[in-house]
């Protein structure tokens, strides 16, 4: 049973489009996360969501608008997409218990832009 | 701030030989220290972790120890298996936060 499920794997698109990435976690954390990981693997933190409120938004272009339904989903959703949005997206989610969990990922969205 | 810094890679080793990653962190507060691996055209697994200062993390032969006096969480395994190629990241979270702060990953290729 998959514990942060993210959606599509692969997503190719033409330069100009809009899409959505959508992420569910079944494992009951209050906090969610949206990572970008560049061509040299840098992973870059865009958004962190703790019960559905963004606590993070970090110097990303307002194409990218973070959506949270309910705290077990955080979708991603792109508007006007650019070749430099070319990069793997990675959901991931965390429990805050005394200290930090780790984080759990998803198997990451590689996203194309043509 | 809170920020994570690792030993730039490649790195390219025979199978058997010992492994060594560098890891070394500035924080706020007493973090969580975390060493993930992420395997060819996968997401990011948790390899190990160490939650307060002297904790050893030890997973599938990888150990870690958080040193508070020298700030550090350096990665090791004493004989490398070729599948252990896969990318290596270090990481922290710090109490006074709400996000995960990564190394820039080492590249690990091992050779038979």
């Known amino acids: 049973d998959t514990a942060v499920s993210q959606t599509p794997k692969y997503l190719v698109t033409q330069m100009g489009n809009d899409k959505s990435i959508k992420c569910e976690q079944n494992?009951?954390?209050?906090?969610m996360y949206w990572y970008k990981q560049d061509s040299k693997k840098f992973l870059k933190i865009m958004f962190s969501y703790n019960n559905k409120e963004l606590i993070i938004n970090e110097t990303v272009p307002n194409r990218f608008s973070p959506k949270s339904p309910d705290k077990a989903h955080l979708n991603l959703h792109i508007n006007s997409l650019e070749l430099g949005d070319s990069a793997v997206y990675f959901c991931a989610s965390s429990q805050k218990s005394g200290g930090w969990t780790e984080a759990f990922f998803g198997q990451g969205t590689r996203l194309t832009v043509v | 701030g809170n920020s994570v810094t690792q030993m730039e890679g490649p790195v390219t080793l025979s199978e058997e030989a010992f492994l060594t990653i560098n890891c070394t962190y500035t924080a706020t507060g007493y973090p969580s220290l975390f060493w993930y691996v992420q395997y060819p055209g996968e997401g990011l697994q948790l390899l190990l972790k160490a939650t307060k200062a002297d904790d050893k993390g030890s997973n599938k032969g990888f150990e870690a120890t958080y040193r508070k006096e020298t700030t550090s969480f350096h990665l090791e395994k004493g004989s490398v298996q070729v599948s252990d190629s896969a990318v290596y990241f270090c990481?922290?979270?710090?109490?006074?936060?709400?996000?995960?702060?990564f190394g820039t990953g080492t590249s690990l290729t091992v050779i038979p």
């Open positions: 990481a922290l979270s710090a109490n006074t936060g709400n996000q995960f702060y």
């Open positions: 494992l009951g954390h209050d906090t």
